[in-house]
């Protein structure tokens, strides 16, 4: 969970520090810098950098942009992205990925997924493709990690149960998914 409380600590140690290191370096960086953190009890540790986002953890973060992505990429390119305010919609997201049974390991592929129509009626929630294909006019999972089913809410508990009830709507043979996401910010807010 990045509250306001370590989001500045975050900025002011790892990615300022990375981005201002590089353009020392001589080689400036534009574009989206994603660093997978692991926070401990002696504050965030970094885990990795990726030049792209995260997957599925830019999905809930796009869910709460306001700003026009593509004018913050633009000022990226341009250079002028401190003269753009990059504003939030209010509420919490959640995602919750939907995976075949076996994965990240060997898995089933080809089973056709029902209820996204279900899903796509409902306020607030987003189902990300990651791994399916068009099948004969049927949407099937074709990949390890299938679906990321992203919600909006008020607050997280809102967004919690907003996702897994678009998960259960969603149905194929050999899904998993995990039961506990967001349980650890509900806990750690609470």
Same mark, same amino acid.
């Given at each position: !969970? @990045? =509250?306001k409380a370590m989001y500045e600590p @975050?900025?002011?140690?790892?990615?300022?520090?990375? !981005?201002? #290191?590089?353009?020392?370096?001589?080689?400036?960086?534009? *574009?989206? +810098?994603? #660093? *997978? +953190?692991?926070?401990?009890? =002696?504050g965030p540790k970094v885990l990795e950098f990726n030049a792209r986002f995260g997957d599925p953890e830019a999905q809930p973060l796009l869910m709460l942009l306001k700003t026009d992505l593509i004018d913050i990429l633009e000022a990226c390119i341009d250079g002028n992205l401190d003269k753009i305010a990059i504003v939030w919609h209010d509420g919490a997201t959640v995602c919750v990925v939907m995976a075949n049974k076996g994965y990240p390991g060997q898995h089933e592929k080809?089973? !056709?997924?029902? *209820? +996204? =129509?279900?899903?796509?009626d409902m306020d607030e929630i987003v189902a990300f493709h990651a791994g399916t294909s068009l099948k004969d006019k049927n949407i099937?999972?074709?990949?390890g990690r299938v679906l990321g089913v992203t919600a909006k809410g008020a607050d997280i508990a809102k967004a919690i149960d907003n996702a897994y009830k678009a998960v259960s709507k969603i149905t194929w043979d050999g899904v998993y998914f995990r039961k506990d996401i967001g349980r650890k910010a509900l806990n750690r807010l609470n």
């Open positions: !969970v @990045i =509250d @975050i900025m002011e140690t790892i990615m300022r520090p990375t !981005v201002r #290191a590089m353009e020392k370096e001589g080689y400036p960086y534009k *574009g989206v +810098l994603y #660093a *997978g +953190l692991m926070i401990t009890e =002696d080809g089973q !056709v997924i029902g *209820g +996204l =129509d279900k899903v796509s099937i999972a074709t990949g």
